[in-house]
């Protein structure tokens, strides 16, 4: 850990100890909570919980929210994504009633990279947007550089990685002119890893070292680890295994100077990725297995997949197949879970499984032993505890699981509405177009009707006669048969579901209900169909007399339950 970090938690710790207030409590272990976030996000999680006790019983609305705003940012951090949108939307709407615009924008912006991560690019650059409204609101220019990376990060998962490398140069020259050391040399890095999908990894490297160069004169020994780590990637990418292995060695000397208890796993992987390039495979399998037989966490699935992926290529390769077979198992094991999410994962059930057994093992021995010591009453209590701690766990576990569908639930439907107005508009926009055509179809009736008053010969009138009388014919026709098809491709039974209940319903009330499905104003039907206000409000009491609505319910609204 850097000095200037050990003296900023002593310091914090100190004035914890002799503080007097909540506010001032709850105030200095959230700092302490944020110095420890790119450390050791247990270490993080136990100033955060102390922070929330005390917050909940005595704390302002704005300690409140603040608080739940870090332990969603600490669920991010760990990938537990439904717990972060939970306790980012407790902070969001806290923050809301009393107004702090800072937490709302943060709220927008964490929301963004989570659905980056959860590839929803929609709802990514949808967050990424508001949060960008905001801070532009604010005239926080420095928040500009981080809203960029989101965008260039949602082009870079398109497989766009000019537009990406345009907007993270954005971010660039923005952290270049507030000489943000930090963020420039994570703006640096992102760089770097473009011009690998680029496959320009001499361009890479120099960004890389620009990084470096940085990073040592700042001291950011987090973003310096980080550095030589990437540039490992980049030199096996190329072959050099000399150069790979000396960065990595750096990487790992930087981690332990900087006291980080992270980056282990992956250096590890880099590490075995060598080991294989020199045909050193018993050490590759060491490395590996060293990631798999480590305490797990939810953070470090992906490496340990990883991990198991290769080990079991090794050991096929090896022809040890009955190995092979148990860790591909295990590799689809973790990629289940990934797939599923952290908080759904088989993995995470397991291990809470494995915890619980563990748990209520102890709990049997303690049992045991104070049956010896107590009397038959005091036995009797113990096991009514463990009865109710083990139904309120179950209890606590089903509301979470509730809720977290309900979520996911109200996501679907969100975006199911938006492709349902997105294609009402397309309907609209198509009948429009026709109308238009069927103006020009008009105009030129008109003028073969006018043809036909200056024609001489009998035969000519009578052509031009049939041919204005077919155009007249069609218009219509045409239009709503369009209508109706492009209608029923998106409501599907709209119309026979008002038949079963008003099978009198004529074509064109059908047509009026559709119109009031797709929730367009009377003013806009008259425009579509030429016909006056009164006259639909007229049609529209009539459909209400057929359904035999009251006056009180909406129209439109008992229509779109259909």
């Not at 940012?73 to 806290?94: Q, V, W």
């Not at 947007?129 to 998962?157: R, V, W």
């Not at 748990?359 to 107590?374: G, Y």
């Not at 609505?549 to 229509?559: A, E, M, R, S």
């Amino acid at each position: 850990m850097r000095a200037q970090d050990r003296t900023s938690i002593d310091s914090l710790q100190s004035a914890l100890s002799i503080s007097r207030t909540d506010t001032l409590k709850i105030t200095l272990l959230n700092d302490l909570a944020g110095i420890y976030f790119q450390k050791n996000l247990d270490s993080s999680f136990f100033y955060l919980e102390n922070a929330l006790n005390i917050a909940r019983q005595s704390g302002s609305p704005h300690h409140k929210s603040r608080t739940y705003s870090n332990i969603g940012t600490y669920y991010y951090y760990k990938e537990e994504y439904l717990k972060s949108l939970e306790y980012i939307d407790l902070a969001f709407d806290i923050a809301n009633e009393i107004n702090n615009i800072t937490i709302v924008s943060y709220a927008y912006y964490i929301k963004a990279w989570i659905f980056v991560d959860l590839n929803n690019l929609n709802l990514a650059n949808e967050y990424a947007n508001k949060a960008m409204e905001l801070y532009k609101k604010q005239d926080k220019k420095e928040k500009y550089g981080e809203i960029y990376t989101i965008y260039s990060s949602i082009y870079d998962l398109l497989g766009d990685y000019q537009k990406s490398l345009e907007y993270e140069r954005k971010a660039y020259n923005i952290e270049l002119s507030l000489n943000h050391t930090e963020r420039l040399s994570g703006s640096l890095n992102n760089i770097s890893s473009l011009y690998n999908h680029l496959n320009k990894t001499d361009s890479a490297k120099i960004y890389l070292w620009q990084a470096v160069k940085l990073n040592k004169e700042f001291k950011n020994v987090h973003w310096l680890a980080i550095n030589y780590f990437n540039l490992s990637k980049v030199s096996l990418l190329t072959g050099e295994v000399d150069s790979a292995e000396w960065y990595i060695n750096q990487a790992v000397k930087t981690y332990d100077i900087g006291g980080y208890d992270v980056g282990k796993p992956k250096i590890h992987i880099a590490k075995a990725q060598i080991a294989l390039l020199r045909k050193d495979t018993m050490l590759a399998v060491q490395f590996y297995d060293s990631i798999v037989h480590a305490p797990k966490k939810n953070e470090e699935l992906s490496i340990i997949k990883e991990a198991y992926r290769n080990l079991a290529e090794i050991s096929h390769a090896q022809k040890k197949y009955e190995s092979a077979i148990g860790y591909y198992k295990a590799f689809k094991l973790h990629d289940d879970s990934i797939k599923k999410g952290s908080n759904a994962s088989l993995l995470t059930l397991m291990e809470l499984q494995l915890e619980y057994e563990k748990q209520h093992h102890e709990l049997e021995k303690e049992k045991n032993a104070v049956t010896i010591k107590m009397h038959r009453k005091n036995f009797l209590i113990i096991i009514l505890i463990i009865i109710l701690v083990f139904v309120g766990i179950s209890l606590f576990l089903l509301y979470r699981l509730m809720k977290n569908r309900a979520l996911r639930e109200k996501l679907e439907k969100h975006q199911i509405e938006k492709e349902l107005q997105a294609k009402n508009r397309e309907m609209t926009a198509n009948v429009m177009t026709l109308m238009k055509k069927n103006e020009i179809l008009s105009v030129i009736s008109k003028k073969l009707l006018e043809i036909e008053e200056k024609a001489v010969k009998k035969e000519t009138r009578d052509a031009i006669s049939k041919i204005s009388a077919e155009i007249r014919k069609s218009r219509e026709v045409e239009l709503w048969a369009e209508f109706d098809l492009r209608f029923k491709q998106v409501h599907g039974n709209f119309y026979n579901s008002l038949l079963k209940i008003a099978p009198e319903l004529s074509p064109n009330e059908l047509r009026m209900c559709a119109f009031l499905r797709m929730d367009i104003s009377t003013k806009d039907i008259s425009e579509l169909t030429g016909l006056d206000k009164r006259t639909v409000d007229n049609t529209r009491y009539k459909i209400r007399k057929k359904f035999k609505i009251d006056g009180k319910t909406n129209l439109t609204t008992f229509l779109s339950k259909f």
